[in-house]
């Protein structure tokens, strides 16, 4: 027992200094209904101001057909949330930077917004958004040092990004595990957490 109790709960967090296009990783037993097993890519980062993140892997249960008026409902791209703040704003990270003007680098192959009439353009003519396109409602939002003490209490762990096309696939509990994985043997533990466990 006492093993299993270092793999599950003697973790010792190492982390990389977060950036921009960092991935902050939530512990697995943190329960927040927007953050249980959230994996979060940081938009806006500098030291000792605020910062902002996207959730990549909270699905919301709608469709971009149904959350945007003047779409046909059968427009079944997802729409993923994005964290807590803005619900009414929605923000797309993609591949797609040389066809959208105003795209933002993130990371290198990676954007966040751009022309918003390009991009509803793009999605009409039925152009593939599987692994190239991720739609999400709201942001997560840290106020100047917050992010910094919460990852010194190692309510996340920071890594480094996957390759643009891994960012956009996969959701839920698998991309989290996806990331996990990722991070090597010492998470092992961390693996065999479920989401929500309180509720188990």
Known sequence: MKDLDNTLFNIDISTLTPREGSLLVAEPFLSDEYFNHAV??????EPGVNSMG???NRTSGYTL???IEGFD??????VYIGGPMSRNR?????????????????MPGLWIGGDYEQVLQYVREG????????????????????????????????????????MLSGCDDGYWHK????????YRGWQMQPMFPAAN
């Open 179 to 186: 990331v996990v994985r990722k991070m090597g043997a010492r």
């Open 127 to 166: 152009y593939p958004a599987d692994d190239l396109i991720r739609f999400f409602v709201g942001y997560s939002g840290w106020d100047a040092g917050q992010l910094e003490e919460e990852i010194k209490q190692h309510v996340w762990a920071v890594t480094s990004p996957m390759v643009p096309e891994q």
């Open 54 to 56: 996207i959730v990549m």
């Open 73 to 78: 409902d059968d427009i079944e791209i997802p």
């Open 65 to 67: 057909g149904q959350m």
């Open 40 to 45: 979060i890519t940081l938009i806006d980062y």
């Open 90 to 106: 929605m923000f797309y990270i993609h591949r797609l930077g040389q066809l959208f003007s105003g795209s933002v680098e993130i």
